[in-house]
């Protein structure tokens, strides 16, 4: 990982996308013999997602399979959009470039298994998490200290928002609005 490749590809973000189990949880997924999902979430990954809002980085999240849960939590994080139950991420990352109006070197997209490999290899700034599949770590310009689940989305918002410049002057917005 070649620190001035990963300084120019931050530098450009203007969109983060996440893949969700594996990278915003542990991947694994509780199943009740009553068909009760439970996932666990971090809640630091809303603290990243609250400096990602301030910072005007919006962040969408694509998941290959369905969850209510999945679903709830993108609520909580205001994330506008969650694309679930599609294992084609590579079209609706074409979708989602559309939508906000960016190129693909524009994306920064963290994933952790075999099926973001269709995304990863054409975004601008491609993130694995620390545990990912090791093909997946091997294309990432930067993979994560935390473990998927331990607050990954934390982690990237902030060193995106460092890496532009943007950290304080977030922080003090966000202080500002919330503490005032």
């Not at 630091?44 to 939590?73: N, Q």
């Not at 993979?143 to 943007?166: P, W």
Request: hydrophobic share 40%.
């Amino acid at each position: 990982m070649e620190t001035n490749k990963l300084s120019q590809s931050i530098s450009k973000i203007k969109l983060l996308i996440s893949d969700v189990d594996g990278v915003l949880t542990d991947g694994k997924i509780q199943i009740s013999s009553n068909n009760v999902e439970s996932k666990f979430f971090n809640v630091e990954d809303g603290t990243g997602a609250a400096l990602a809002y301030y910072a005007k980085l919006p962040i969408a999240l694509i998941s290959g399979r369905y969850s209510k849960c999945t679903e709830i939590r993108a609520k909580e994080l205001n994330v506008t959009h969650c694309i679930q139950d599609t294992l084609n991420k590579k079209k609706v990352l074409d979708k989602l470039l559309k939508i906000y109006n960016v190129k693909k070197e524009q994306v920064a997209y963290i994933g952790d298994s075999l099926v973001d490999i269709p995304v990863l290899t054409v975004v601008g700034l491609p993130i694995a998490v620390s545990n990912a599949h090791p093909i997946v770590k091997n294309m990432a310009i930067y993979i994560t200290d935390k473990l998927g689940g331990q607050g990954v989305l934390l982690e990237v918002v902030e060193k995106i928002l460092i890496g532009q410049n943007k950290y304080k002057s977030t922080l003090n917005l966000m202080k500002k609005d919330k503490f005032e």
